[in-house]
C-alpha cells in the first residue's frame, strides 16, 4: 500500500470514529463502535478490553470483549495480572505488538494461541480521575504481520479512547450526581411540603421572616388570630398590619454571628388589633433554606395561664380570710351575740341611764359586724354551696322588686334586658347575694339620674349575667385591686362585696370580667350551662 493510500486510509477511518468518539454514553457502545470501524477496514476480527479489579488488584477482569464465543470469554474474564500481556502492559504502561503468537508462553497468550491468534497487539489506557487502569488489545486470526497504518490508527484509537472513556466518566458521573439531586430535590420537596402542611395547620402562632431585613415570608393562621387580623387582610394591609404590630418590636433578634442553634426565648405583653393584651412566649431559631437565612417565630400563648395565676392568688387570698373567719367567727359572735341580748333587753325594759337612741347605735353596729363576719365566713373554701338547676332570668326577676326598692330610694332607674339563656347549675342564696352585691355597688357608683341595667344573653355555652351602670368608671389602678379583701374605697365600706362575688362566681364554676370607662362600667358573669 503506498503512502498516499495509507493516509487516505488512516484519514477515512478516524473520520469514520471521531462521531461515535463523540456521541457514545456508555464503555460498551464506545467500544462497539470502535470494533465495527477497525474490522471495516483492517483485518483484525478480536477485541479485548481488561481492567484491574477493584477488589483485588493484582488481577485482571475482562470488560468488553468482541469477535470470542461466550466460552472462550469465560476462560479469559478474570487472570493474574503476572500471567497476562495486558498486565505486562498495565504495569509498564506501554503497549505490546506481537506478531508471532507461536512465541508467546505467558498463559494469556497460550489462550489466544488456542483460539487460532497470530497476531495481537495491546495498549495501556490511562484515564484521568480513575485508579482503575485499562488495557486494550486487538488480534487478528489471520495474516503474520501489522500493517504500519495499521499500527499507526490502533496507537491513534487507544489515545482518542483515553479520552473518550474520560469523558463517559465524567457523564457518567454527572448523571449518578444529578440523580442524587433529583433525589434530593424530591426529598427537600417532600421535606418542604411536610413543613409547610405542619406550618399552616400549627395550633401554635408561627412566622417566617428575612434575618436581615425581617421581611415577612409567611404567617399561619394561628399567628394571625393572636394579632387579631384576618386572611382577608392579606391582599392589601397583611404586611402592613404585621410589621406595625406591637409584637413585632419585641421579637428577638439574635446575634449575627450566631447560628443560634437554640434559638433565643423572651417573654413578651402587647396589644393586638383589636385590643387584647397578650402574654407570650417568643422562641426564635434561625433557618437556612436553599442559602438564604430565615428567621422562625414560634409563640406560645400564656394570656389565659397568666389569667389563671392570677384568678388562683386571689382565690388563695379569699380563701386564707375565709378559714381565718372560719377559725375564730364563732367565738367572736358569741360574746357579741351575748352583748346584744342584754342592750337589746335594756332598751325594752327602759332602766338605763343611756339615750335609748345610743343603744340603738350598738345594737345597730353589733348587727353590722356579725354581717361582716357572716361575709368572711361566706369566703371560706369549704363554703358549702346548694347547687340546684335553675334560670337566671327567673331568679332576676324574683329579686327585681327588691332592687327596684333599693334603687327609689336613692332616685336610680333599673331597667332589664333578658334574652332566652340555658339553665345553669347554682345556689339560689349565693346568686342573690352576687347580683344584690354587683347592683348595690353599682348604685353607690352613680351620681344623679343614674340607672343600672341587668341584662342577660347566650355566648356559646354560657349564661351571660351583665350588670351595667353610667357611673364616672373605675380609674386602672384600682381595677386590679378591687377584688382584694378589704380593699375599698368608700368611706363606710367593708372591702368584702366584690371579694364575696368573685368567690361565688369560682364556686359556681363562672367567670367574671369588667370593662370600664368614663362613660360607666360593666360586670359580665359567664356561666356554664353544660
Not at 466518566?169 to 405542619?198: C, P
Not at 368573685?502 to 362613660?519: P, R, V
Amino acid at each position: 500500500m503506498n503512502p498516499e493510500t495509507e493516509q487516505e486510509l488512516k484519514y477515512k477511518v478516524l473520520a469514520e470514529l471521531l462521531p461515535g468518539m463523540l456521541s457514545s454514553e456508555t464503555p460498551a457502545q464506545l467500544i462497539e463502535h470502535v470494533f465495527a470501524c477497525v474490522s471495516k477496514h483492517f483485518n483484525l476480527d478480536l477485541l479485548l478490553n481488561y481492567w484491574v479489579e477493584e477488589r483485588f488488584p493484582y488481577r485482571l477482569q475482562l470488560i468488553h470483549h468482541r469477535g470470542v464465543t461466550n466460552g472462550e470469554a469465560e476462560a479469559l474474564l478474570s487472570l493474574d495480572q503476572g500471567q497476562t500481556i495486558c498486565g505486562t502492559v498495565i504495569k509498564s504502561h506501554n503497549p505490546y505488538i506481537c506478531e508471532r503468537m507461536q512465541d508467546t508462553t505467558d498463559f494469556q497468550g497460550r489462550i489466544l494461541r488456542q483460539m487460532g491468534l497470530q497476531r495481537y497487539a495491546c495498549f495501556p489506557l490511562v484515564v484521568l480521575d480513575t485508579d482503575r487502569p485499562f488495557a486494550l488489545g486487538f488480534g487478528s486470526r489471520s495474516g503474520d504481520r501489522f500493517d504500519p497504518v495499521e499500527l499507526e490508527v490502533l496507537h491513534l484509537i487507544a489515545s482518542q479512547l483515553v479520552l473518550a472513556f474520560g469523558r463517559i466518566g465524567r457523564f457518567e458521573e454527572l448523571e449518578r450526581q444529578n440523580a442524587v439531586l433529583a433525589d434530593t430535590n424530591r426529598f427537600l420537596s417532600s421535606s418542604e411540603n411536610r413543613f409547610a402542611a405542619i406550618f399552616a395547620a400549627s395550633p401554635h402562632p408561627m412566622l417566617i421572616t428575612t434575618l436581615a431585613e425581617r421581611e415577612i415570608i409567611e404567617a399561619n393562621d394561628a399567628f394571625l388570630l393572636l394579632l387579631g387580623i384576618t386572611r382577608l387582610d392579606m391582599d392589601t394591609r397583611y404586611g402592613e398590619l404585621i410589621r406595625g404590630s406591637d409584637l413585632m418590636r419585641q421579637i428577638p433578634e439574635p446575634d449575627e454571628s450566631s447560628t443560634v442553634p437554640e434559638g433565643i426565648s423572651r417573654e413578651v405583653t402587647f396589644t393586638n388589633h383589636t385590643g387584647e393584651e397578650k402574654v407570650c412566649i417568643l422562641r426564635t431559631v434561625r433557618l437556612d433554606f436553599n442559602g438564604e437565612l430565615l428567621l422562625l417565630t414560634m409563640i406560645s400563648d400564656l394570656t389565659e395561664h397568666k389569667q389563671y395565676e392570677h384568678e388562683l392568688q386571689r382565690l388563695s387570698q379569699l380563701h386564707l380570710v375565709g378559714e381565718v373567719a372560719a377559725g375564730i367567727g364563732h367565738e367572736v359572735r358569741n360574746p357579741m351575740t351575748t352583748v346584744r341580748g342584754f342592750l337589746q333587753l335594756m332598751l325594752m325594759q327602759g332602766k338605763n341611764t343611756l339615750e335609748p337612741a345610743y343603744l340603738q347605735v350598738m345594737i345597730e353596729e353589733l348587727d353590722r359586724a356579725n354581717q361582716i363576719i357572716t361575709e368572711f365566713l361566706s369566703l371560706a373554701k369549704d363554703h358549702m354551696v346548694q347547687l340546684k338547676r335553675e334560670n337566671l332570668n327567673d331568679l332576676i326577676r324574683k329579686i327585681l322588686p327588691l332592687i327596684e326598692a333599693d334603687a327609689s330610694v336613692t332616685g336610680k332607674m333599673i331597667t332589664t334586658h333578658l334574652t332566652p339563656v340555658e339553665s345553669i347549675e347554682m345556689d339560689n342564696k349565693q346568686i342573690t347575694q352576687l347580683i344584690l352585691n354587683f347592683v348595690r355597688n353599682a348604685l353607690e357608683a352613680t351620681g344623679e339620674n343614674g340607672w343600672i341595667q341587668l341584662k342577660t344573653y347566650m355566648q356559646e355555652d354560657r349564661a351571660v349575667l351583665v350588670i351595667e351602670d353610667n357611673g364616672p368608671g373605675i380609674p386602672p389602678d384600682v381595677v386590679e385591686q378591687i377584688w382584694k379583701p378589704f380593699y375599698t374605697t368608700k368611706e363606710n365600706g367593708s372591702g368584702l362585696g366584690l371579694a364575696i362575688c368573685f368567690s361565688i362566681a369560682n364556686k359556681h364554676g363562672a367567670s367574671i370580667d369588667l370593662s370600664t370607662g368614663k362613660e360607666g362600667t360593666a360586670f359580665y358573669v359567664r356561666f356554664r350551662t353544660t
